[in-house]
């Protein structure tokens, strides 16, 4: 009975730290159909953000977003409540779902979090997307200096199916890691520096920010790809890695 007790307390303990560890989540079930996601989220763009049945991963709800050729047409929803974060790190995870990834040429963007950078001048944005026949890439970009990074990969982004997507953003090491399905993407994790830079001001380096901020979505930067349909559920971010469902 004893023995019985102490892995009853136990359990209950490690329990209790896990779910301490999570930031916050949003499965979208409570959303209003038809409408934007409602507070924390804030949406930026001119593309379509709304609540719909018409996919989801769990429950009967998911946003669906419809963005446009071009940066000032991209549909994003992000939170910046939960921030800063401690040890300036977290995890996050989320599920998508894309219909057709923009074509050859086309720079695209999903998730990315930005601020200013500490003990400098400047501001950057960290930032997981893809280009090149559709493959999966890092992309670092800065804002009061000039640079435009990027780290490749030759995993493509999955089509016509839900996938999971979880990453780690460390502010503190200058690291990024991406997951797709479980499974690291190991050409993409950043370290400090990526493949290569344009208008490369800072000497190649991926000065990571003090955290402000959270945004999935979608963005096109060049015209010529024609509208994005994709939809995203059950969104969570947390101190640690989190286990998928």
């Avoid at 090491?173 to 994790?189: C, G």
């Avoid at 990526?194 to 001001?201: A, F, I, K, L």
Wanted: overall charge negative; hydrophobic content about 35%; charged content about 25%.
């Amino acid at each position: 009975m004893k023995n019985y007790f102490l892995f009853i307390v136990c359990t209950f303990l490690w329990c209790s730290c896990t779910n301490n560890t999570i930031l916050f989540e949003d499965d979208f079930e409570n959303q209003s159909i038809g409408k934007l996601p409602g507070h924390p989220w804030e949406k930026t763009g001119n593309g379509s953000v709304v609540v719909d049945t018409l996919r989801a991963f769990s429950g009967k709800k998911s946003v669906h977003f419809t963005s446009g050729e071009g940066y000032k047409n991209r549909a994003f929803i992000g939170i910046d409540h939960i921030f800063p974060v401690q040890e300036n790190r977290f995890y996050g995870r989320l599920k998508m779902y894309v219909e057709e990834a923009p074509r050859d040429g086309i720079h695209w963007t999903m998730i990315q979090s930005s601020g200013k950078v500490k003990d400098h001048d400047f501001s950057s944005e960290i930032r997981y997307g893809g280009q090149h026949q559709k493959r999966l890439m890092a992309n670092y970009e800065t804002q009061g200096v000039k640079s435009d990074c990027w780290q490749h990969s030759q995993t493509k982004i999955p089509e016509e199916k839900w996938f999971t997507l979880q990453w780690m953003f460390d502010g503190e090491k200058d690291t990024m890691k991406l997951w797709l399905n479980n499974v690291l993407i190991e050409s993409i994790i950043v370290v400090d520096q990526g493949e290569g830079c344009v208008s490369n001001e800072i000497d190649g380096k991926w000065k990571f920010p003090v955290f402000e901020n959270m945004l999935i979505g979608w963005v096109d930067y060049q015209t010529g790809g024609g509208t994005r349909s994709i939809w995203i559920d059950d969104v969570v971010l947390s101190e640690r890695m989190i286990s998928d469902k």
